[in-house]
């Protein structure tokens, strides 16, 4: 099972000179809101996918490690969905972009 982890205890980007800040995370988000990226979405049986990219602006406030985000982490990242979507996965080439699913109605799939 992946770990989960808080946006609030990532830590900075290795490119980075000085560790940010929630002030310099709020200005930036105000900044660069307008630039996250939402997919159309996808299907398969049981689930329905999106993927969203964040600007990479906003990288460095994003884990380092393969760690998947809790409801409350990538809404104060700035992400604005609908209830029910899981960050199950980021892709890994791209790490400011973040894979999202949900079961299908009258699927029965328990999130995990």
Request: proline share 8%.
């Amino acid at each position: 099972s992946k770990a989960t982890v808080s946006v609030l205890n990532c830590q900075p980007a290795a490119d980075t000179h000085t560790p940010p800040t929630m002030s310099s995370f709020q200005q930036a988000l105000n900044t660069y809101r307008d630039r996250f990226r939402y997919s159309d979405r996808y299907q398969d049986d049981q689930y329905e996918y999106r993927h969203v990219t964040v600007p990479k602006e906003l990288k460095k406030w994003l884990p380092q490690a393969d760690v998947l985000l809790q409801e409350a982490d990538w809404r104060a990242l700035g992400i604005q969905q609908s209830l029910g979507w899981v960050h199950y996965m980021t892709h890994r080439p791209e790490r400011h972009v973040l894979c999202f699913k949900r079961p299908l109605p009258n699927k029965g799939v328990k999130h995990p």
